[in-house]
């Protein structure tokens, strides 16, 4: 039996695979930081024989096409993708023989794009039920509990994909011993989840009990994934661009020290600069006109989705571990150049730092009964249309830049769901000249902390 290793990229909410027999190794779906997997063929002792992609990825960039390339390896993208590099095609029921007891079966799941493909990993040697699948990287197609969603490629082809979803759920499902293993790339918190994924692990078994694509009438579920899908992030209409070119290894190299001079300029011409720190550091003290987007929360996601694509990044944080960190994020949605760098604290980054006031909703309720103050929701209109406090205002975080405007006047109390987003709004209303106070508390606090919570549904 393979032994199988997860690679686990929380911030995009994906999972990448190395499996082994003990001397030649597979990859599914890896990341464009190709280090990790590098790292991990090395510590098993084996050989890459093969890279596999599911689909032409639209959250990351991969690092198949390079990792391949490294190593020596095939790499298999379908043969109906339309990619500008070359590859070894692959298209349904065909299978790869990897070494003797590792062979990798191809099926056609096509839902969450057209072409996409699942991977079966079987030992031919085994008995004839273990045979038929020790697992299936099933990438965007069945997730666990959940599907992956069906809308990124354009709505007009949504209701098309959506049904194949379906059908490609239930060929898994008929097709694959109960006992075997089901390994997704998205499903963790990403995006590309249709709906909210359930559990750790999972096996076909368990999701003919649990996921609603194998218990609900086909009508039904469509009707309710149809419904319940939500905005995404804006830098997914650059990742299948760049996956059909054959993405270079990412540059992990240092980028630039910048002094107060230079960050200082670089604000004026427009650029980003972008704050590292925890949101309470950033609250205490920070360069004025910079944004707080912190290394504990989504940060390659919010940046990517707010940013106009290509405007130069300046990364400001407590060492160069963090700048590091950040680097590594933003390469594997494209971001691939740093212009500049920053380390230690406000007083190394400017000589007249700024701040801002944080609260929690306790306060909020306090200081409503002593002077007027406007509240901002940032959170997605999905989740202010549930349950929002009465008189709030609404800008998704993801609108803000765009919608400055729109944004209250007066004393602003900026909230979301706990504390992230928040806090990068702050920062962006902040830069935008405006007296703003950050919550940082869970929503959940808030009817708890006695404010009125009205529903738009």
């Not at 199988?4 to 929380?10: A, H, L, Q």
């Not at 996601?301 to 700048?323: C, K």
């Not at 212009?339 to 929690?360: C, I, K, M, V, Y």
């Not at 007296?435 to 549904?457: H, Y």
Request: charged share 25%; net charge negative.
């Amino acid at each position: 039996m393979a032994t199988i290793i997860t690679i686990e990229t929380p911030t995009l909410g994906d999972r990448s695979y190395v499996a082994h027999d003990g001397t030649y190794a597979i990859v599914v779906d890896p990341q464009r930081d190709i280090d990790r997997v590098t790292r991990i063929l090395e510590d098993e002792g084996v050989q890459l024989k093969a890279v596999f992609e599911t689909h032409i990825h639209n959250d990351y960039v991969t690092g198949g096409h390079a990792l391949a390339a490294k190593l020596g390896a095939d790499y298999y993208v379908n043969a109906a993708d339309d990619v500008s590099f070359s590859r070894t095609p692959i298209s349904d029921e065909q299978v790869v023989e990897v070494s003797p007891t590792m062979h990798v079966k191809a099926l056609a799941t096509p839902g969450h794009t057209f072409t996409h493909l699942s991977y079966v990993l079987f030992d031919p040697t085994a008995t004839d039920d273990d045979a038929r699948g020790q697992a299936v990287f099933t990438g965007g197609s069945l997730l666990f509990g959940a599907t992956g969603r069906p809308d990124l490629l354009g709505e007009a082809h949504t209701h098309e994909l959506v049904r194949h979803q379906y059908n490609s759920a239930h060929r898994l499902a008929s097709e694959l011993p109960d006992a075997t293993e089901v390994m997704p790339t998205h499903g963790f918190g990403s995006f590309c989840s249709a709906t909210q994924t359930e559990g750790d692990e999972s096996t076909i078994g368990r999701e003919k009990e649990v996921n609603s694509a194998l218990t609900q009438d086909e009508e039904e579920w469509i009707e309710e994934i149809l419904a319940g899908l939500d905005v995404y992030p804006a830098y997914y209409a650059h990742m299948a661009p760049a996956n059909s070119s054959g993405p270079s290894e990412a540059d992990l190299s240092e980028p630039t020290r910048a002094d107060k001079d230079e960050i200082r300029s670089r604000l004026k011409k427009g650029e980003w600069v972008i704050d590292l720190r925890n949101r309470t550091a950033y609250a205490a003290g920070h360069v004025p006109g910079s944004f707080n987007f912190g290394l504990d929360g989504q940060l390659a996601t919010y940046i990517g989705w707010m940013i106009p694509w290509g405007t130069p990044i300046t990364l400001l944080g407590e060492s160069r571990d963090q700048v590091a960190e950040a680097q590594r994020e933003l390469v594997r949605i494209g971001i691939d150049h740093v212009a500049a760098s920053g380390t230690g604290g406000p007083q190394d980054w400017t000589d007249n730092p700024g701040t801002f006031q944080q609260a929690d909703f306790g306060d909020l309720n306090q200081v409503r009964h002593h002077r007027r103050v406007e509240i901002l929701d940032v959170r997605r209109a999905s989740e202010y249309e549930t349950a929002h406090i009465e008189g709030a205002s609404n800008i998704p975080l993801h609108e803000l830049l765009a919608r400055m405007d729109d944004a209250p006047s007066g004393e602003i109390w900026v909230h979301c769901q706990s504390g992230y987003r928040s806090s990068i709004a702050a920062s962006m209303l902040a830069a935008a000249g405006k007296q703003v106070v950050v919550i940082d508390d869970q929503f959940d606090n808030a009817e708890k902390s006695g404010l009125p919570l009205a529903s738009a549904k």
